[in-house]
């Protein structure tokens, strides 16, 4: 398969990375202005650089998009990113997509997908706001992905030292808690574990546990991680995130207080967004956020421009017992170390939309679209493994259709995590049966799942 990724920037070469990654032989090209950039990518990663103008028919055409599969713009600019995707389309690209940031444009989506055969519009920014948003009205957990359009909740908990569930086997969950759900994965220090039923829980253990919400808020309740509702935050930072996040905050009835050091943007912040509050200030000095009432806050946000300040300031906001912290931290190469640092939730737009694009590669890899993933997140990854969590729908084409869990012989290291169909939600065991239609989540590091079939043993 043949990509185009035009753009050379955070986005660009995080997508760049992931698709290097990725055990499949993805011939890539890298479109950017400036050389250095391309220079850096090239060095990098096993990855082929055009320097120019990638709106323009001769940089395209020395890319080769006339027989390109997907091509991508990831540019700083909305409106290069809609042409470039425009003319690729026009000269023989299978497939575009397109980042557009600019909240106005947004409201054009469908226009531009069905009239401009735009194949994705992604924006880091909004699916960032949407990612906090889950963790701010699920407090108990740090992070959650959602699968089958929200009916299935991937949440992950920190196991701190009044837990109920240190020292107790996997096996003996059941003694501890009724409800219907599964840790799946458990991150201990530097490596991410799929257990199995001997395993034994440990304080500090981070754990992934696949259910429905109200079973997951429960099993909270159960093994005492249980937090009250977020009803009021502060944010740190005015930009995009902030503006979406606090429009769809406001709709759950929470009071949002955003401190912003640009005047001109706190003017645009306080027209867009009148049920919250905007405060002209700098957010990082310390006799601010005490005079704005840091220490009575449900949940602290911290989305400036800058990861330094965005570490530093959710720090203070812990130590001045804020319940919840959320970072935005941009430099991947930080994020080992702030595994380490008492913050809540790290955000990274770049990765969040690189997952995105590399979960539509995937499916486009698969030659049976219906078979293919339709959710991907990644739990963990580290230089040797990546562990995903993907969801994938059974078809008349599935190799193991009206089968028993226990008679499909799985490739190693795939984890069955949970089956949702039309009459409920399923934890499969040995004598489940796989059944035409069934939304599948598995759990794996094998990076050449597309499709169901790839599961089993050849």
Known sequence: MKIIVLGAGKVGKALTQHLSD????????VIDLYAEKVESIVNQFDVLGVVGDGATYDILMEAGVDDTDIFIAVTQSDELNILACLMAKKMGAKNTIARVRNPEYLKQRSFMRDQLGLSMIINPE????NEIRRILLFPSAFKVDTFVGGKIELAEFRLRENARLIG????RLSKVSKTNVLICAVRRKDELIIPDGNFVLEQGDRIHVMGQHRDLVRFCQDINLFEQKTKRIII???GRISYYLARQLSEHGIQVKIIENNAKRCLELSTKLPDATIIESDGSDEEVLIEEGIESVDAFLALTGLDEENIVISLYAKQMKAKKTVAKVTRTNFMNVLDQLDI???ISPKNIIATHILRYVRAKNNKDDDSSVKTLHHLFSDENDDVDAMEFIVTPQTSFLNKKVSEVKLKNNILIAAISRERGFVIPKGDTEIRLKDHIVIITTDRKICSLNDLVRR
């Open 344 to 346: 809540d939730s790290v």
């Open 22 to 29: 990725e055990d499949y032989d993805y011939d890539v090209v």
């Open 168 to 171: 107790v086997s996997l096996s």
């Open 126 to 129: 909004l699916e960032a706001a």
């Open 236 to 238: 740190v930072g005015g």
